[in-house]
């Protein structure tokens, strides 16, 4: 009678909100392939049949799955520069992607729409706004979306390849031939020399130097 009861209540608190998160924890510790139905209803401790009072089928859960991780974003708050709000959305899409390792490849493969939720949109609005806040056109601003948007998806998964690493024990001990790869051979005491971050900032930097720069040229024809 008490498992019963258990049961009971169980199925009596489950919510769409608490699926999705069940369905989230299960990919960040275990991996995206992991996401099933009955992996999800095994980690909130009801049976598969469940979950479908509250999701329509596995294509609905990774949609909610895709509004939870964008709605998690933390919009920059307070004033400052337009410098400084455009960095500090830059870190926090970083952050974000970072805590949810296989974001980018359930971005890829969900077939659903697009996240469409008030609270899932307002990152794309917020960077949206920067750039055209900074003067580039509406087909400019679409591009430089995609490609800061392309600049951090791209530097997080160098992180989780271990990029930096794989140079430094590539090139560590290896005899390069001076005359022949010149370059190579100037450089190669500095693969070890820069932090995730400060790589991190690096291209920040250069992509927000040459949108200003963009904007600039394109103000004096």
Not at 123 to 143: C, H, I, M, N, W
Request: hydrophobic fraction near 40%; aromatic fraction near 8%; glycine fraction near 8%.
């Amino acid at each position: 009678m008490e498992a019963s009861t258990t049961t009971t209540k169980e199925r009596e608190h489950l919510t769409r909100e608490r699926v999705i998160d069940a369905a989230l924890a299960v990919m960040d510790s275990e991996g995206l392939d992991a996401v099933s139905m009955r992996r999800v209803a095994r980690e909130v401790g009801v049976e598969a049949m469940s979950l479908y009072n509250h999701v329509r089928d596995k294509d609905d859960l990774l949609q909610g799955v895709c509004e939870r991780i964008m709605s998690s974003y933390e919009l920059p708050t307070g004033g400052g520069d337009w410098l400084d709000r455009a960095k500090a959305g830059a870190r926090e899409w970083r952050r974000l992607l970072q805590a949810h390792p296989d974001v980018m490849r359930l971005f890829a493969e969900t077939h659903g729409p697009a996240p469409s939720s008030p609270d899932s949109l307002r990152p794309t609005e917020y960077a949206l706004r920067l750039f055209k806040e900074a003067g580039l056109s509406d087909r400019d601003t679409v591009q430089a979306f995609h490609a800061f948007g392309g600049y951090i998806q791209g530097f997080v998964m160098m992180e989780a390849g271990s990029i930096k690493e794989r140079h430094e024990e590539h090139f560590r001990g290896a005899e390069i031939p001076e005359e022949e790869f010149p370059a190579l051979a100037a450089v190669s005491r500095h693969w070890a020399d820069c932090g995730a971050d400060q790589q991190f900032e690096f291209g920040l930097d250069l992509l927000i130097r040459g949108l200003l720069a963009k904007v600039a040229a394109d103000s004096a024809e």
